[in-house]
């Protein structure tokens, strides 16, 4: 038998891909982080035509250099972060980002202050580098916020960085900006990397989105068009961080993927040049379905939190069985656990589905498990 690396014996498949896997294809799926909206016309027909021209040759490792201009146009005018074309890397989605993040700066002896719960990829990127993750709880009663408070108690001499989501996956909560501020400042007194996972900034209600790159030079800034732009099969994502840093980063992506695929990148082009209306129409929708989604729950005393963006729910639900239940009546969701201890007696539910699926779960689940 071929024994496996010592580094993937803390990682586990995904319990979330597998549930997928083995449920009842006609279930309503509450589960996945995907949104059901289709990629926008102008994105399609731009890629359309990227392929007729036959653009499918290598293109520069970073990625082609008018998509990286305008990618540094967006980080100006929307964050506030001054960079330029040479520190930014276009990746194959904001995951290949992480990934490397972890593969340039992270190694045995190396702690890794994570929120708890968080996106179940972070740890397992962290566990693959050999360094150890340092759990902050992020508490219901601070609606899942993480505090620069409980951050700075977790600091020591051996923290090499901080994994940032906001908004957050699993939990849809926003961060505060002099959190966000208060973290950054952090970094350059403790001399770790923020690595800021930024990829739900666009889908935010009511909330400004806050990107740490403005207040500290030790970010590496990760974002992407699969959720903005409904482009998640594309796999089509970029990151930003200086010029030393960008410089370890290219080495990972350079041997591991060489460039982003072209005609994604051409894509994402015309994403960013091109109208915002769409992107607009879906967050509108999101928030509607969010409001129904929060007051069902609520109604059937799941306590529920009104999350501020993203498109989960963390709803407090300490039956242990409700995972199964829900799904044998036909509801797919995720168990908080698997995004950290803090996520156990929570379920994910995200409300990437139509209103009308919503609303017909929530009926099965007031009627067949709350009530039942």
């Known amino acids: 038998m071929i024994n496996p690396a010592k580094r993937t014996e803390k990682i586990e498949l995904s319990q979330i891909r597998k549930m997928f ?11 996945i982080g995907e949104p059901d909206f289709n990629v926008p016309e102008n994105i399609k027909n731009a890629m359309i035509e990227s392929i007729n021209e036959n653009d499918t040759h290598y293109t520069p490792n970073k990625g082609y250099i008018e998509l990286r201009e305008e990618i540094v146009k967006k980080f100006k005018n929307d964050n506030g972060i001054k960079t330029n074309p040479e520190n930014i890397i276009v990746t194959v989605g904001a995951s290949e980002a992480l990934y490397i993040c972890a593969q340039a700066f992270i190694e045995k002896g190396d702690e890794v202050i994570l929120p708890n719960p968080s996106f179940l990829s972070y740890e397992a990127c962290v566990n693959l580098a050999d360094g ?38 699993p939990t849809g909560a926003v961060m505060e900006k002099e959190d966000i501020k208060a973290i950054a400042d952090l970094s350059m007194d403790n001399d770790f990397i923020i690595i800021a996972d930024e990829i739900y900034e666009k889908i935010i209600y009511g909330k400004k989105h806050y990107s740490p ?35 370890e980063l290219l080495k990972i992506h350079q041997y591991n993927i060489a460039c982003a695929t072209t005609t994604s990148q051409k894509g994402a082009l015309e994403a960013l040049k091109g109208p915002q209306d769409e992107v607009n129409k879906m967050v509108a929708e999101f928030e509607r379905r969010r ?10 005393g799941y306590e529920t939190v009104n999350a501020e963006g993203a498109f989960y729910v963390f709803p407090k639900i300490e039956d242990e069985n409700f995972v199964q239940k829900a799904a044998k009546a ?5 168990p908080g656990a698997a995004f950290g201890s803090n996520g156990k007696g929570h379920v994910r539910m ?17 009627e067949k498990i709350a009530n039942g």
């Not at 083995?22 to 589960?31: E, K, M, Q, S």
């Not at 409001?291 to 059937?300: C, E, F, K, P, W």
């Not at 995200?350 to 007031?366: C, P, Q, R, T």
């Open 330 to 334: 036909g509801v797919i969701t995720v």
């Open 291 to 300: 409001d129904l989604i929060v007051n069902r729950l609520n109604g059937m």
């Open 350 to 366: 995200s409300y990437a589905n139509s209103y009308e699926n919503i609303g017909k779960a929530m009926d099965i689940l007031e």
């Open 21 to 31: 896997e083995v449920t009842n294809p006609d279930a309503i799926n509450l589960g």
């Open 213 to 247: 790159a403005k207040w500290s030079e030790n970010v590496v800034t990760l974002n992407g068009f699969s959720k903005t732009y409904a482009m998640t099969g594309l796999r089509i994502g970029y990151l930003t961080a200086n010029e030393d840093l960008c410089e």
């Open 132 to 169: 150890q993750t340092i759990p902050v709880e992020c508490k219901m009663e601070n609606e899942f916020k993480l505090k620069a408070d409980d951050v700075e108690e977790k600091i020591t001499k051996n923290t090499k960085a901080i994994i940032l989501n906001s908004p957050s996956n």
